[in-house]
Every structure is written in structure tokens, then in C-alpha cells.
């Protein structure tokens, strides 16, 4: 079946540790988001590729990064520079569609917790 | 203004009623509009896309009001499993980058 997996689904850290979050599909997409939810809030973009080896910031960039060196692969990694990490992490992938649609499509998320 | 606007809600219905959620938006460029749903701790899930003439799948309808900026979503004979955030999502910095509302919720009670 064709679809976007994360991993994993919940994640723990300690304050001062990076940790990185996974996110796979296999729909042939080419552009991958990421966004993060708070509790009871919209999603935010951090970072958007819409090509292999390219990515563009979001509206929330600051103390994330992201790769994207596979086209089926597009990673993300918290930093210890992001001051309030604990939130509810979304991936998306999309293709471009005639007369400019763009549906995206989830993967089920990643809980992080920052202890 | 914000980009997308929605209702928070939540709307509290009985099994069976009908119930209608607006999303308003800014930019009058915006090209293509859609619909997810969101069940509590879940990923959003595409409900329907949006088309300018309107357009129905079962129970739901959604239409597209350009002149006024606004994009509506009926639900008819609402069933418990329609208890869900629902979003609007409207592409408007171009084809890449959907603006999401923060959702309208919907409880459905016996």
C-alpha cells in the first residue's frame, strides 16, 4: 500500500539533545512538508522541499533542520535550540495537480515530549 | 486578518440534524480549497477537495464562494462518527504551500 510513514510515534528527550524524526513515502511525491501542532491549535509550517536536494524554511524554521537527499526521505531533526519543542509533529507529502490543486496527504505523526 | 479563517466551535449537534461550517479567506488569488478531517491525536485526512461549481459525496457538500471569500462545508443526517476537527485548507502562496484554519470541531450526540 502506498503512504507515508513516520517514526517513531512518540519520542521522548532531555533538555540539550537533538533527535531527529523520520518521515518515508513511497506515493512518487515530489514536494514534503513538515508542520507541527500544539494542543488545540492549526498546524504551522517548518520547512517545505518540493525537490530533491532543495528546502525552503516555513514560518517556524528557528531551531529546527531538515535533508532531503532521498525523494522518498525527508527528515527532520529538532535542535537543542528550539526552546519549546514538545508538540505533535506532521509530515505531508504532495504532487502538483492540474489547474494547481495540491492535496496533501499525512503521515500519523510524532509525539515529542521534552523532559 | 488572518489567512483562513474557521469557527472553533465546537458545534454541538443531535444524530440526524445538518449542520454547516464556513471558512473565510484573504487572498483572492487562492486557487484551490479543500477540506480534511481530523479525529482527536490523529493525522488530518483528506475530506474533499473544493471545485468552484460546487460538488457532493454522500453526505457531505462543499461550495466555493469567490466573490465573498468563503468556502462552506454542509453535512446532512450527521452520524456519532462524524465527531472530528474539521479543516479548511485554501492554497494561496502558490501550488505548494496550503494554508491551513485551525478547524471548526463537531460533536455529534445521541
Known amino acids: 500500500d502506498g503512504g507515508i510513514t513516520q517514526s517513531p510515534k512518540y519520542l521522548f528527550r532531555k533538555e540539550g539533545q537533538n533527535v531527529t524524526l523520520s518521515c518515508e513515502q513511497n506515493?512518487?511525491?515530489?514536494?514534503m512538508y513538515w508542520y507541527r501542532q500544539d494542543p488545540g491549535q492549526g498546524l504551522r509550517l517548518i520547512y517545505y522541499?518540493?525537490?530533491?536536494?532543495?528546502?525552503q524554511k516555513g514560518d517556524i524554521a528557528e531551531g529546527y533542520s531538515v535533508s532531503r537527499e532521498k525523494k522518498e526521505s525527508f527528515p527532520l531533526t529538532v535542535t537543542s535550540a528550539q526552546k519549546n519543542p514538545t508538540a505533535f509533529y506532521l509530515c505531508?507529502?504532495?504532487?502538483?495537480?492540474?489547474?494547481?490543486?495540491?492535496?496533501?496527504?499525512f503521515g500519523p505523526g510524532t509525539r515529542l515530549t521534552v523532559l | 486578518r488572518k489567512e483562513v479563517e474557521q469557527d472553533p466551535g465546537p458545534f454541538n449537534v443531535p444524530e440526524g440534524a445538518t449542520v454547516a461550517f464556513n471558512c473565510t479567506y484573504s487572498n483572492s488569488a487562492s486557487q484551490s480549497f479543500f477540506w480534511y478531517r481530523q479525529d482527536c491525536r490523529k493525522e488530518p485526512k483528506l475530506l474533499m477537495s473544493?471545485?468552484?461549481s460546487g460538488n457532493e459525496d454522500g453526505r457531505f457538500t462543499a461550495q466555493l464562494n469567490r466573490a465573498s471569500q468563503y468556502i462552506s462545508l454542509l453535512i446532512r443526517d450527521s452520524k456519532l462518527s462524524d465527531s472530528a476537527t474539521y479543516l479548511c485548507?485554501?492554497?494561496?502562496?502558490?501550488?505548494?504551500?496550503?494554508?491551513f484554519g485551525r478547524g471548526t470541531s463537531l460533536i455529534v450526540h445521541p
Open positions: 505531508a507529502s504532495s504532487r502538483s495537480l492540474a489547474g494547481g490543486r495540491n492535496e496533501q496527504f
Open positions: 485548507v485554501v492554497n494561496g502562496r502558490g501550488s505548494y504551500i496550503p494554508t
Open positions: 522541499s518540493q525537490i530533491v536536494n532543495d528546502f
Open positions: 506515493l512518487n511525491h515530489d514536494a
Open positions: 473544493v471545485y468552484s
